[in-house]
């Protein structure tokens, strides 16, 4: 058995790879802070979401049981691959740009907290399976 056919483990996987995109589009907002008429752009959470229902639907084992839940209706192919879009900030410069840096860090800094949470529930989940699968009084 691989951790990829235990549908939370690849969930919190595709949920990590959705925060790196996300990190990845952020770095370069803030390299361009200074490029005139560069407009910063963003992966939105309905990527995040398509991906998931993808997983969904691939798996066959999740099931949503409330109309809050992930899962079920709709969605992809199941691609890893996340869609950026445009996503200006609250200001515009004179020389076009609308990258502001605070919101860029602010948005940086809840994402990595994300992607760390993700991360520490797919440790200790493997670290569960791990402890669980060894003989006794070992």
């Known amino acids: 058995m691989r951790p990829d056919d235990i549908p939370l483990l690849s969930m919190l996987r595709d949920t990590m ?7 990845r589009v952020i770095a370069e907002n803030v390299a361009n802070a200074n490029t005139p008429g560069y407009t ?3 992966v939105p959470r309905s990527e995040f979401e398509r991906v998931l ?6 798996s066959g084992g999740m099931r949503t049981t409330h109309a809050m839940h992930y899962g079920g209706d709709g969605g992809a192919s199941g691609s890893r691959q996340f869609r950026t879009e445009r996503a200006p900030d609250s200001e515009t ?4 740009n609308s990258v502001v840096i605070e919101e860029q860090m602010v948005d940086a800094n809840d994402n990595r907290m ?7 529930l797919y440790q200790k989940s493997l670290n569960m399976i791990r402890m669980a699968s060894r003989s006794p009084g070992q």
Request: proline share 4%.
């Open 17 to 23: 790879g959705y925060h790196g995109a996300r990190q």
């Open 114 to 120: 994300r992607f760390e949470t993700a991360l520490s």
């Open 93 to 96: 410069t004179s020389n076009g």
């Open 53 to 58: 229902a993808g997983q969904a639907q691939a």
């Open 40 to 42: 910063p752009s963003d």
